[in-house]
């Protein structure tokens, strides 16, 4: 009787240099596109290290490029990887390399700003990216309404706009971007870069963040109110606070608001603390829907 022999999968095929991949597909970053491609394995494995614990978690990359941290991340434990480009020659690019990870790579064509990242994955989701510099705030504002769907995320900007997230009050860099993503997160600073970390080398620098949601969220209602809230008093950052929640709110409104949070309304928005905003943010709700 002849014995069966159980054959195994053959290995799937080797991943060619990242170079190769670029000048095959004719992948010279574009301006545009905010494209800083990062192709370092060492310094994408220790951005993937940054976000933690990986094992049975989906990842969710925006910007791929040529795959430079999408190799990384195949590499580490996440359970899927799930890849959203705009750029046609760098999808053609992720594809080939899908075919080393056919069961864990996936791709999404399209423009990440118009995706609800909720519906593409299930939880628990992480977004771990290299953001393309000209969509990289939007996007951030975006998953901060969100936030509550993400476990963490960690996240290349340019340096400036890292320390704005990361900034305190009474700092120069501390603005809007610093209220609501500290509201909703831990922040965190966990790498720097220099311009020659990238190809090509952008003019400034860069700086991975990672930010953690916090156990209790805000609602839809309450960020919208807080959105609104920041953009007035940070609007005219150099004016009383009085004076620059006037236009959005009314004079007797904001003189009102700031009175009931316990806020002299002769500080400016820069010397608030997160806490106070939220404060102003409660009552700001609670006025709108009583008045509706």
Same mark, same amino acid.
């Given at each position: 009787?002849?014995?069966?022999?159980?054959?195994?999968?053959?290995?799937?095929?080797?991943?060619?240099? @990242?170079?190769?991949?670029?000048?095959?597909?004719?992948? $010279?970053?574009?301006?545009?596109?905010?494209?800083?491609?990062?192709?370092?394995?060492?310094? /994408?494995?220790?951005?993937?290290?940054?976000?933690?614990? &990986?094992?049975?978690?989906?990842?969710?990359?925006?910007?791929?490029?040529?795959?430079? =941290? /999408?190799?990384?991340?195949?590499?580490?434990?996440? $359970?899927?990887?799930?890849?959203?480009?705009?750029?046609?020659?760098?999808?053609?690019?992720?594809?080939?390399?899908?075919?080393?990870?056919?069961?864990?790579?996936?791709?999404?064509?399209?423009?990440?700003?118009?995706?609800?990242?909720?519906? @593409?994955?299930?939880?628990?989701?992480?977004?771990? $990216?290299?953001?393309?510099?000209?969509?990289?705030?939007?996007?951030?504002?975006?998953?901060?309404?969100?936030?509550?769907?993400?476990?963490? =995320?960690?996240?290349?900007?340019?340096?400036?706009?890292?320390?704005?997230?990361?900034?305190?009050?009474?700092?120069?860099?501390?603005?809007?971007?610093? *209220?609501?993503?500290?509201? !909703?997160? #831990?922040?965190?600073?966990?790498?720097?870069?220099?311009?020659?970390?990238?190809?090509?080398?952008?003019? *400034?620098?860069?700086? !991975?963040?990672?930010?953690?949601?916090? /156990?209790?969220?805000?609602?839809?209602?309450?960020?919208?109110?807080?959105?609104?809230?920041?953009?007035?008093?940070? +609007?005219?950052?150099?004016?009383?606070?009085?004076?620059? &929640?006037?236009?959005?709110? +009314?004079?007797?409104?904001?003189?009102?608001?700031?009175?009931? #949070?316990?806020? #002299?309304?002769?500080?400016?928005?820069?010397?608030?603390? !997160?806490?106070?905003?939220?404060?102003?943010?409660?009552?700001?709700?609670?006025?709108? #829907?009583?008045?509706?």
């Amino acid at each position: 009787m002849r014995s069966l022999v159980a054959m195994s999968p053959p290995p799937p095929p080797e991943r060619p240099p @990242l170079r190769e991949v670029i000048a095959r597909h004719g992948l $010279a970053a574009r301006h545009a596109l905010g494209q800083h491609f990062l192709l370092d394995g060492n310094v /994408t494995a220790r951005i993937v290290r940054l976000a933690g614990d &990986l094992g049975d978690r989906h990842v969710i990359e925006v910007g791929p490029g040529p795959g430079g =941290l /999408t190799r990384s991340l195949l590499d580490s434990d996440a $359970a899927t990887v799930t890849a959203i480009e705009i750029d046609p020659r760098a999808v053609a690019a992720i594809r080939e390399l899908s075919e080393t990870a056919p069961d864990r790579l996936r791709i999404v064509e399209g423009d990440a700003l118009a995706l609800d990242l909720r519906s @593409l994955v299930p939880a628990p989701r992480r977004i771990i $990216a290299n953001l393309p510099y000209n969509v990289g705030t939007p996007l951030l504002i975006g998953w901060l309404r969100q936030a509550a769907a993400f476990e963490g =995320l960690t996240l290349m900007f340019q340096r400036e706009v890292a320390e704005r997230i990361a900034a305190q009050p009474g700092t120069r860099a501390y603005g809007r971007l610093s *209220v609501l993503a500290q509201w !909703v997160c #831990a922040i965190e600073i966990g790498l720097r870069l220099p311009p020659a970390a990238f190809v090509p080398p952008p003019r *400034v620098s860069s700086a !991975v963040i990672c930010l953690t949601p916090h /156990t209790s969220q805000p609602s839809a209602a309450r960020f919208a109110v807080m959105e609104r809230l920041t953009a007035a008093a940070f +609007g005219q950052r150099r004016k009383m606070l009085r004076a620059a &929640l006037r236009a959005a709110l +009314g004079t007797s409104a904001a003189e009102s608001l700031l009175r009931r #949070a316990g806020i #002299a309304p002769e500080r400016r928005a820069e010397t608030l603390s !997160v806490a106070e905003f939220d404060r102003l943010a409660a009552l700001l709700e609670a006025d709108t #829907a009583g008045s509706s």
